[in-house]
C-alpha cells in the first residue's frame, strides 16, 4: 500500500490563480457532504467546483470559528487545515468532474504540503477564500478510461495570493475492493482505554486551547526521543463517518502534536508560537481501531530556518505511519517561495 512520496519538482514559475468568479464558483455554501465523504455540514469547506482549461478548481473557504482547527493561538492558518481543505477538493473534483462513483473509497497514500508564503497564511480580519488546481494530466485512468488516482502537485492560493503546494498521491477504489481489502475489520471499535485519558497531554504542550482536542498522552524521554500514546478518541472532526480504521489526518495530527511537544521542550518555547511550514505523511498501512497506536520521535534535523522532526506512528511493533513536519517560530518568517 505504501508508495514514496511524489517526486514530481516544483515548478520555479508560479503558475497563475485561477479566477473563481469567471468560472461561476463562489463561497455562498458548500457542495453535498456526500461528495467530500462528511456527515456533518461544519466539516465541509469545498463550495464549488469547475474546470478552467487544462485544470480542475476547487473553491472554498477557510473557518474562523472550528472548534478544531481554529484551536490554537498561531496567527497563520494551520497548515493541516490547508491539507485537509486539499483533500477534500480533490475528492469532490473526482466526484463531481471525473465521474469518480459516491461509493469510492480513499485511500491516501502519502502526502507533502509545504506552505510556499508564510504571509498568504496570516489570519485576516476577514474570511479568506481558497482556491486550489489540480492539472488534468495529474489525473490517473485505467485502459477503460475510469480514474483511479490522482498525484500531486496541487496548488492552493489564499485570497490569490500562492499559500502551499501538496505532492503525494491518492487512489480510488470500488466498494467491493475495499471490502475486500478490509475484510474482518469492519467490526472493529475503539477500545476503551481511562488509563490513558487520564494521561492526556495538557493543552498548552501541543498548542491547543481545548483540552477534547488533545490527541496524545504526556509524551515521555527526551525531546529528540519522545513518545507518546494516541488516545483512543473518536474526535468527530476527524469520525464524523462510520470508519473501520484510524483516519489518516487524526494520525498526522497526533504526529504533530508529539513534533511540538518535543519542541517546546527542547527550546523553551511556547507551543503556540509555533507554525508548521511543511508536513509530509507516508501512510504504511491501515492502523486499526482495536490496539494500541503511539508515535515516537526518531528524527531531528533542520530544514531552511525550521526544525524538521520525524515521527513515526506505531501499532503491534510495525510502522503504520511515516511523518515529517518542519516547525518554525512565528516570530521567523521562513522563506518566501511564492512571494
Known amino acids: 500500500m505504501a508508495t514514496d512520496i511524489d517526486s514530481t519538482a516544483r515548478s520555479t514559475a508560479v503558475p497563475r490563480p485561477p479566477v473563481p468568479s469567471s468560472l461561476g464558483l463562489t463561497t455562498d455554501s458548500t457542495v453535498p457532504r ?163 485519558l487520564a494521561m492526556a497531554a495538557p493543552g498548552a504542550v501541543v498548542g491547543r486551547h481545548f483540552p477534547g482536542n488533545v490527541l496524545i498522552t504526556t509524551p515521555s524521554g527526551p525531546p529528540q526521543d519522545a513518545s507518546a500514546d494516541v488516545l483512543p478518541l473518536r474526535h468527530p472532526a476527524f469520525f464524523d463517518r462510520r470508519l473501520d480504521h484510524y483516519p489518516g489526518m487524526l494520525i498526522a495530527e497526533a504526529s504533530r502534536q508529539l513534533a511540538v511537544a518535543a519542541m517546546v521542550v527542547h527550546a523553551d518555547l511556547d507551543a503556540g508560537s509555533l507554525r508548521t511550514d511543511a508536513a509530509s505523511m507516508d501512510f504504511v498501512s491501515f492502523a486499526e481501531l482495536d490496539a494500541a497506536l503511539s508515535c515516537r520521535v526518531v528524527g531531528w534535523d533542520t530544514d531552511g530556518s525550521g526544525q524538521a522532526v520525524t515521527v513515526w506512528a506505531e501499532q503491534k511493533g510495525q510502522v503504520v505511519t511515516r511523518s515529517r513536519f518542519v516547525l518554525s517560530p512565528e516570530e521567523t518568517h521562513g522563506p518566501e517561495l511564492g512571494s
Do not use: C, K
Request: charged share 25%; hydrophobic share 45%.
Open 34 to 196: 456526500r461528495f467530500a465523504h462528511r456527515q456533518t455540514t461544519e466539516g465541509v469547506f469545498v463550495t464549488g467546483v469547475a474546470r478552467d482549461g487544462d485544470r480542475l478548481v476547487a473553491v472554498g473557504q477557510l473557518p474562523r470559528l472550528h472548534r478544531f482547527y481554529n484551536d490554537t493561538a498561531g496567527r497563520h492558518h494551520d497548515t493541516l487545515l490547508i491539507a485537509e481543505v486539499l483533500r477534500q477538493g480533490v475528492e469532490v473534483i473526482a466526484h463531481a468532474l471525473l465521474e469518480v462513483p459516491l461509493d469510492s473509497q480513499f485511500v491516501l497514500r502519502a502526502v507533502d504540503v509545504r506552505v510556499e508564503s508564510a504571509q498568504a497564511t496570516v489570519v485576516g480580519e476577514d474570511t479568506a477564500e481558497i482556491v486550489i488546481a489540480v492539472p488534468v494530466d495529474r489525473v490517473r485512468r485505467n485502459r477503460r478510461g475510469a480514474v483511479y488516482a490522482i498525484d500531486g502537485p496541487v496548488r492552493a492560493w489564499i485570497d490569490g495570493r500562492p499559500a502551499a503546494t501538496m505532492t503525494g498521491s491518492v487512489a480510488f477504489l470500488a466498494h467491493d475492493g475495499y471490502a475486500e481489502l478490509r475484510s474482518g475489520s469492519a467490526e472493529r471499535v475503539l477500545r476503551a482505554r481511562p488509563e490513558l
